[in-house]
């Protein structure tokens, strides 16, 4: 790449420079090949990348809006919603070999009732035996483990699946039902193809959510 070409080359006095990581301007004659082959590198990915990022942006204004527009046109219809209780749609071609599915999953947080269960749980774990429920202390031990501040949803849901009798424990997952809040919801879509109506489903790989 020569000065002339360089996308990033600032011109001082006739002479090409470019700026560094602190800051300072380096004659473009001055740094190593390597080094201009890496800047290349890096600014033709990027730009790659937040292309593409911006097409995806598109579409996926264009795909919520097209599966509204569509639920719209049936229910002026024939005065009926398309698709679940929560708003999960699934659409199919009429060959039935491209899907499109529209999930709505609920936003949750947890409230200072979780406190009181995680308290009650302990408890159950110091009256046992110590020696008993190996898993259920790691299950226990990921639910309640705090990462980003964020709680262990998934882990915690199988707690409430675990049955045991133990009044504390009852009281605990009433706790954690109770800490339970929903503040809103997400939509996702995705997209799946197959090539003949009895072959197993081929997710499309996109990472599709409505902001």
Same mark, same amino acid.
């Given at each position: 790449?020569?000065?002339?070409?360089?996308?990033?080359?600032?011109?001082? /006095?006739?002479?090409?420079?470019?700026?560094?990581?602190?800051?300072?301007?380096?004659?473009?004659?001055?740094?190593?090949?390597?080094?201009?082959?890496?800047?290349?590198?890096?600014?033709?990915?990027?730009?790659?990348?937040?292309?593409?990022?911006?097409?995806?942006?598109?579409?996926?204004?264009?795909?919520? /809006?097209?599966?509204?527009?569509?639920?719209?046109?049936?229910?002026?219809?024939?005065?009926?919603?398309?698709?679940?209780?929560?708003?999960?749609?699934?659409?199919?071609?009429?060959?039935?070999?491209?899907?499109?599915?529209?999930?709505?999953?609920?936003?949750?947080?947890?409230?200072?009732?979780?406190?009181?269960?995680?308290?009650?749980?302990?408890?159950?774990?110091?009256?046992?035996?110590?020696?008993?429920?190996?898993?259920?202390?790691?299950?226990?031990?990921?639910?309640?483990?705090?990462?980003?501040?964020?709680?262990?949803?998934?882990?915690?849901?199988?707690?409430?699946?675990?049955?045991?009798?133990?009044?504390?424990?009852?009281?605990?997952?009433?706790?954690?039902?109770?800490?339970?809040?929903?503040?809103?919801?997400?939509?996702?879509?995705?997209?799946?193809?197959?090539?003949?109506?009895?072959?197993?489903?081929?997710?499309?790989?996109?990472?599709?959510?409505?902001?």
């Amino acid at each position: 790449m020569t000065a002339r070409t360089h996308p990033a080359s600032i011109d001082v /006095d006739g002479k090409p420079y470019l700026r560094d990581a602190k800051g300072a301007l380096v004659p473009l004659a001055s740094v190593k090949a390597t080094d201009l082959l890496m800047d290349e590198l890096v600014r033709g990915m990027t730009s790659g990348a937040a292309a593409v990022s911006s097409q995806i942006s598109a579409f996926k204004v264009s795909a919520f /809006d097209q599966v509204a527009s569509f639920q719209a046109l049936l229910a002026q219809d024939y005065n009926a919603t398309l698709g679940g209780k929560r708003g999960n749609i699934t659409l199919t071609s009429f060959d039935g070999c491209l899907k499109v599915q529209l999930q709505v999953s609920d936003l949750l947080e947890f409230g200072p009732e979780l406190q009181a269960a995680k308290a009650l749980v302990d408890e159950c774990l110091t009256a046992w035996s110590k020696d008993s429920g190996t898993e259920l202390r790691a299950l226990v031990t990921r639910a309640f483990s705090v990462e980003k501040g964020q709680i262990n949803r998934t882990e915690l849901f199988m707690l409430l699946r675990v049955n045991i009798t133990d009044e504390r424990w009852v009281r605990a997952m009433d706790a954690i039902r109770d800490s339970i809040r929903v503040i809103g919801s997400r939509q996702y879509m995705r997209f799946y193809q197959r090539s003949t109506p009895d072959a197993g489903w081929q997710a499309i790989t996109l990472d599709i959510a409505a902001a």
